[in-house]
């Protein structure tokens, strides 16, 4: 399954390197991470990675495949 996750800012490519299983993609005022999630702990474990960070995700969406 891919995911996209939108977060507020720019993330730094320091602070991408917590999420190595993701493509960061800078858009005006986000950040978007693309990338395969294998299951759903997997997802839940990258949304705690995001909170840990102080990464607010204001998008989260499951893209066709």
């Known amino acids: ?22 493509d960061r993609v800078l858009a005006p005022r986000q950040t978007l991470f693309i990338g395969e999630v294998t299951d759903e702990a997997h997802l839940y474990g990258l ?3 995001f ?6 995700v204001e998008e989260m969406r499951r893209l066709a495949d």
């Open 1 to 22: 399954m891919r995911y996209e996750f939108r977060v507020t800012g720019h993330v730094s490519a320091v602070l991408a390197e917590g999420f190595p299983e993701l």
């Open 47 to 49: 949304l705690n990675r």
């Open 51 to 56: 909170r840990d960070l102080g990464l607010r």
